[in-house]
């Protein structure tokens, strides 16, 4: 199987979240644990997840067994008779896989970042954009975002940067404030396409609130919590069933 044809199919069978068949099978063994150490040896271990999860059976033995290799040779697993991950394993997964946040703590504060970036430093003006999307911030204009978590400490060390040249402002505005004549928490909504994440949860809960689907309800759930901003809960709206979806997916992946 070619690796383009190899991605194409990880990033399939896993709702977009992975792109190689090595993070594919640490989040097997995350979801499923030690459930999976029934093999003694690789061509056991490939046996036990492809009887847990069907959908690898789009795989070779030779592409499984080569994978499971790597994955002891550089110490994601603790070995082929206890498939379970390491430390090391854990830090990379949890580089990939989002994790939902139960503690959401908050100021209050809705920060608006603009900034005015030459375009001759187009490259600074890029990173600048990288650092405002994982402090949680949307883009309300080419250059307006707004954040609810605090950015200023991050923004003043961005700012220091060696060769950097612009301006970054940081304003604040209440959670009852308005923005022009769209009030703040309809804004938020928008520019976050909440209403959509939320629709997806839903039907994440009709689909498995009654399932015993471990895999597939894990892989679906992590796919919508990745495009999730996880924003304080104080401005999410009463028919929000994020936290619902959450309860579902922890019990079912629950060893």
Same mark, same amino acid.
């Given at each position: ?7 194409? /199919? ?11 068949? $090595? ?24 046996? +036990?997840? @492809? ?5 690898? @059976? @789009?795989?070779?033995?030779? $592409? ?17 008779? @206890? ?14 896989? #989002? ?17 005015? %970036?030459?375009?001759?430093?187009? /490259? ?13 911030? +949307? ?8 954040? #609810?978590? *605090? ?13 950097? +040249?612009?301006? %970054? =402002? ?13 009030? /703040? ?19 994440? =809960? ?9 895999? *597939? ?6 796919? =919508?919590?990745?495009?999730? #901003?996880?924003? #304080? ?23």
């Amino acid at each position: 199987m070619r690796n383009k044809q190899i991605k194409k /199919l990880v990033f399939n069978l896993s709702e977009g979240l992975l792109s190689t068949v $090595t993070d594919l099978l640490l989040l097997q063994f995350y979801i499923f644990g030690a459930s999976l150490g029934k093999g003694k040896t690789s061509r056991g271990a490939y046996r +036990a997840v @492809e009887e847990a999860t069907k959908e690898l @059976e @789009e795989f070779n033995y030779q $592409t499984l067994k080569q994978t499971f290799d790597h994955l002891k040779r550089k110490g994601l697993i603790r070995s082929l008779q @206890e498939p379970i991950i390491t430390q090391l394993g854990k830090q990379r997964l949890n580089s990939l896989v #989002p994790e939902y946040q139960q503690i959401r703590t908050w100021d209050k504060v809705i920060y608006l970042v603009t900034y005015d %970036i030459q375009e001759t430093k187009r /490259l600074y003006r890029n990173k600048l954009r990288e650092v405002l999307r994982k402090l949680g911030a +949307a883009p309300l204009q080419a250059s307006v975002w707004l954040t #609810p978590y *605090n950015p200023e400490k991050i923004l003043r060390e961005f700012s220091s940067t060696p060769g950097f +040249a612009g301006e %970054i =402002i940081v304003s604040c505005v209440g959670k009852d404030g308005y923005i022009g004549e769209e009030q /703040l928490g309809d804004l938020i909504y928008r520019i976050y396409n909440l209403d959509k994440i939320n629709q997806r949860y839903q039907q994440f =809960i009709d689909q498995y609130k009654q399932s015993h689907d471990k895999w *597939n309800a894990a892989v679906l759930y992590l796919s =919508i919590l990745k495009d999730d #901003p996880q924003l #304080p809960f104080e401005l999410l709206a009463d028919d929000w069933v994020g936290d619902q979806a959450y309860l579902i997916y922890k019990n079912l992946t629950k060893n």
